[in-house]
T-cell receptor
Framework: DARVTQTPRDKVTEMGQEVTMRCQPI?????VFWYRQTMMQGLELLAY????????DSGMPKDRFSAEMPDATLATLKIQPSEPRDSAVYFC???????????FGPGTRLLVL | DQQVKQNSPSLSVQEGRISILNCDYT??????FLWYKKYPAEGPTFLIS?????DKNEDGRFTVFLNKSAKHLSLHIVPSQPGDSAVYFC????????????FGDGTTLTVKP
C-alpha cells in the first residue's frame, strides 16, 4: 500500500528555533508539493518540485522558509527561525507527471510557542 | 485574489438524502477539476475529478457536474452516509502546469444519522 510519509507527525517548539519537516513521496512519483493549512484558510501551496527541481516556491516566505529535495525519496521543508504565526499543519503531497491527482501525507502539526 | 472559492464553509444533511457541495472558479485557464475528502488528523484523499471536455462524471454515489460558462462545479453525494462526514476540498488545475492545483478553503459536510 504505497503512501506518502511525513515526519514528525507533531512538533512543538519555541520561537526562534529551527524546524525541519521531512517527506517521503510515493516511489516513482516525480512531483512533490508542500502545503500549509491554518485554522482560517484552506490549503496554501508553499512550493513544488518536479524531478527534484524546484518549479515554484513563490508561496513561501523566502527569508525563513526553504525547501529542498536532496534525492528522489526525500523532500524537506525548513523554517529558520520559526515564529508563532508558522503554527499550522504542513502537508506534503506527491504525484506522477501527466496526472493531476495528488497523494497527500498525514501532515506535520507544528506549534510554535 | 482567490481563484477557487467554496462559499459554504459547512453543510449538514440527513442520512440518505442528497448532499450538494458547490465550488466556483475565476480563472478560465483551468481545465481540470478535482474533489478531495479530508478526515480529521489525516491528509486529503482524492475523490473524483472531471476534465473540462465533460460536463458530468460519475463514480458510485459521487457525481461531479461542471458548468464552464458559469465557472461552477458541484459535487453530489447520493445517498449521503454518516461516513461521508468530512471536509471536502475543490481543486482546479491547468493540465500543462506540472500537476499544480489551486484549492478552495473547503466545506465541512456533516451527515446526521
Amino acid at each position: 500500500d504505497a503512501r506518502v510519509t511525513q515526519t514528525p507527525r507533531d512538533k512543538v517548539t519555541e520561537m526562534g528555533q529551527e524546524v525541519t519537516m521531512r517527506c517521503q513521496p510515493i516511489l516513482g512519483h516525480n512531483t512533490v508539493f508542500w502545503y500549509r493549512q491554518t485554522m482560517m484558510q484552506g490549503l496554501e501551496l508553499l512550493a513544488y518540485f518536479r524531478n527534484r527541481a524546484p518549479l515554484d516556491d513563490s508561496g513561501m516566505p523566502k527569508d525563513r522558509f526553504s525547501a529542498e529535495m536532496p534525492d528522489a525519496t526525500l523532500a524537506t521543508l525548513k523554517i529558520q527561525p520559526s515564529e508563532p504565526r508558522d503554527s499550522a499543519v504542513y502537508f506534503c503531497a506527491s504525484g506522477l507527471g501527466g496526472s493531476e491527482t495528488q497523494y497527500f501525507g498525514p501532515g506535520t502539526r507544528l506549534l510554535v510557542l | 485574489d482567490q481563484q477557487v472559492k467554496q462559499n459554504s464553509p459547512s453543510l449538514s444533511v440527513q442520512e440518505g438524502r442528497i448532499s450538494i457541495l458547490n465550488c466556483d472558479y475565476t480563472n478560465s485557464m483551468f481545465d481540470y477539476f478535482l474533489w478531495y475528502k479530508k478526515y480529521p488528523a489525516e491528509g486529503p484523499t482524492f475523490l473524483i475529478s472531471i476534465s473540462s471536455i465533460k460536463d458530468k462524471n460519475e463514480d458510485g454515489r459521487f457525481t461531479v457536474f461542471l458548468n464552464k460558462s458559469a465557472k461552477h462545479l458541484s459535487l453530489h453525494i447520493v445517498p449521503s452516509q454518516p461516513g461521508d462526514s468530512a471536509v471536502y476540498f475543490c481543486a482546479a488545475s491547468v493540465w500543462t502546469n506540472a500537476g499544480k492545483s489551486t484549492f478552495g478553503d473547503g466545506t465541512t459536510l456533516t451527515v446526521k444519522p
